[in-house]
T-cell receptor
Framework: EAQVTQNPRYLITVTGKKLTVTCSQN?????MSWYRQDPGLGLRQIYY???????DKGDVPEGYKVSRKEKRNFPLILESPSPNQTSLYFC?????????????FGPGTRLTVL | AQSVTQLGSHVSVSEGALVLLRCNYS??????LFWYVQYPNQGLQLLLK??????LVKGINGFEAEFKKSETSFHLTKPSAHMSDAAEYFC????????????FGKGTMLLVSP
């Protein structure tokens, strides 16, 4: 089954404790992206990757890091989480070769930073 | 640069009434346009998309949208609302290059009353 998986689905942590949210897709997609969703603000892009070893900042990259060492994986790293990073996070992937194709979204990770 | 404006953060309709969710976009290149739906506590699911060709696009669950280039609009409609349509709806735009990213509107919450 074609899918995007994220782990963990729920996470409660404390300020300053490094964490990683994993994202994996099995569709051989070149393009992967991370979004955060906050009430009234919709989805805002954090980082995206056009292919392996190619990443770029989205609209709200501050406080986040990413890496793309393999085509299927695109982890999101919070080196020193702060309460304003409490949010719902989505990973997505799509074909870069066919940009008219939809983005497939993961189930989301709800992060709370105390 | 590209952007999406969704008019109305909340839209309320009665069951059986017409649903109209408005979306206007700006794009410096011919766009691909998408509508996604998010049911409570779930990820995003594609409703429909416009790429090229026919400007009236039909999607799942009886929804359709019309691409109007002159008005830079892509409004979503459904002739008769059902209680199960209650969800948040997001309009999104992507340029026609493989290097274009997907930009979302802030979302419209559809409330359906009996």
């Amino acid at each position: 089954e074609a899918q995007v998986t994220q782990n963990p689905r729920y996470l409660i942590t404390v300020t300053g404790k490094k964490l990683t949210v994993t994202c994996s897709q099995n569709m051989n997609h070149e393009y992967m992206s991370w979004y955060r969703q906050d009430p009234g603000l919709g989805l805002r892009q954090i980082y995206y990757s056009m292919n392996v070893e190619v990443t770029d900042k989205g609209d709200v990259p501050e406080g986040y890091k990413v890496s793309r060492k393999e085509k299927r994986n695109f982890p999101l790293i919070l080196e020193s989480p702060s309460p304003n990073q409490t949010s719902l996070y989505f990973c997505a992937s799509s074909s870069r070769v066919q940009p008219y194709n939809e983005q497939f979204f993961g189930p989301g990770t709800r992060l709370t930073v105390l | 640069a590209q952007s999406v404006t969704q008019l109305g953060s909340h839209v309320s309709v009665s069951e059986g009434a017409l649903v109209l969710l408005r979306c206007n976009y700006s794009s410096s290149v011919p766009p691909y346009l998408f509508w996604y739906v998010q049911y409570p506590n779930q990820g995003l699911q594609l409703l429909l998309k416009y790429t090229t060709g026919a400007t009236l696009v039909k999607g799942i669950n009886g929804f359709e949208a019309e691409f109007k280039k002159s008005e830079t609009s892509f409004h979503l409609t459904k002739p008769s609302a059902h209680m199960s349509d209650a969800a948040e709806y997001f309009c999104a735009v992507r340029g026609n290059s493989g290097y274009s990213t997907l930009t979302f509107g802030k979302g419209t919450m559809l409330l359906v009353s009996p």
